[in-house]
Nanobody, 116 residues
């Protein structure tokens, strides 16, 4: 069973930066996309950013211009560079990998708290 392990979360002041990373426990073939979702208390899980196998990226409007998603195909890792963080970015961030047409893997989540 493939496991996704996130790292890089934590507490940061408004305006600060964090870099999230997600690594797969084993090589995943036929990856369709890799991405990040987040869920704040009382809210539904929402897409933050996704990068396809063809390196096309898509971002939530709320993070455009501040967050950057990247991937390392050889290492099966995906990163999320988060700059100019705001209190409303506070949430648990989940790594997501889609294999083929419908197989989906999720990480356990990493907490990001933006507060002064």
């Amino acid at each position: 069973q493939v496991q996704l392990v996130e790292s890089g979360g934590g507490l940061v002041q408004p305006g600060g930066s964090l870099r999230l990373s997600c690594a797969a426990s084993e090589r995943i073939f036929s990856i369709t996309s890799m991405g990040w979702y987040r869920q704040a208390p009382g809210n539904q899980r929402e897409l933050v950013a996704v990068i396809t196998s063809g390196s096309t990226t898509n971002y939530a409007d709320s993070v455009k211009g501040r967050f950057t998603i990247s991937r390392d195909n050889a290492k099966n890792t995906v990163h999320l560079q988060m700059n100019s963080l705001k209190p409303e970015d506070t949430a648990v961030y989940y790594c997501n990998v889609v294999k083929g047409a419908w197989i989906t893997y999720w990480g356990q989540g990493t907490q990001v708290t933006v507060s002064s």
